[in-house]
Every structure is written in C-alpha cells, then in structure tokens.
C-alpha cells in the first residue's frame, strides 16, 4: 500500500512563511550574539579571539581609529559582505568613529601558524563591531572572524 501526501499551494506557503520568520529570527539572532561582544579592553579582546578559536600575542600590535564611511565603495561592501557572514553589519555604524585593534595570530584554523596572520578587530564604544583574520602575505587570503 503506497501513501501520497498531497500539499495545497497554501500549505506550502504556510509552511515555506514558517521557515522564513525562523531563518529571519536565527539571523537576528546571531547577529545580536556577534555584535553584543565586549572589547572595551586588551584583556577581553585577547579572550573574545580565544573564543573564536584564535591564538593571538597578547600584545596588539597596532591600534589606530578610523571612521566607517557614510557611503561605501565597492571594497567596503564586500568587506562589509565578509563581517555580515559573521554576523556584524558594519553599515550600522556608517560615519562613526572607531577603533581597529591588530594582534598577531599565533595559530588560527587555516593559516596553523603564519608569522603573517593578523587579527583586526574592529570596536565602537567598547564593542566588537567586526573585524577580520587575514595574511599580510603577497597572496593572503581574508576570512571572517566567527568563521573558522
């Protein structure tokens, strides 16, 4: 004996709505998780890396304020793009003053142990608004920082 489920075009999008507002909420979500961290100090910045799976001197490197444009060029949206798959959003914060802290990466996923990779976090008022790991190398590559 076969079953066959037969699904009206109301059901599904009943069902198709349902998955959205849940995707939309885990979205929201991870996002608030990502930008509600505490980077008001080298202290926490070293351990908000550690969380992230990332091995840094504790020492930073640099430390050097920049402001995040009102409008962004095309090398800022695809940056802005690579923050968004972390779950920060930087065009928040467009025309803010902010401070990006740069720490060496001792061991990090992809790059082991890379004398060239850095780690840049990017904080607005004491919060970790986005950043990112990437290689000073000719060749380097970019990633997300919530992203291993």
Not at 16 to 35: D, K, N, P, R, T
Not at 121 to 135: E, H, R, T
Request: net charge positive.
């Amino acid at each position: 004996m076969k079953l066959y489920v037969s699904l009206g075009r109301g059901i599904l999008a009943a069902i198709f709505a349902a998955l959205l507002v849940v995707v939309m909420i885990f979205g929201s979500f991870s996002s608030v998780l990502a930008e509600n961290k505490n980077g008001s100090t080298n202290k926490l910045r070293v351990e908000f890396a550690q969380s992230i799976r990332c091995e840094v001197k504790e020492e930073m490197i640099s430390q050097k304020k920049i402001i995040i444009p009102l409008h962004f060029s095309e090398v800022y949206e695809n940056y802005n793009a690579l923050q968004k798959k972390a779950g920060f959003n930087l065009s928040k914060y467009k025309g803010c003053e902010a401070v990006v802290y740069t720490y060496q990466v001792l061991c990090f996923g992809p790059f082991g142990k890379d004398d060239n990779a850095r780690l840049n976090l990017i904080v607005y008022n004491g919060k970790i608004i986005g950043g990112d790991v990437s290689s000073a190398a000719i060749d380097g590559i970019m990633l997300p920082i919530l992203r291993i």
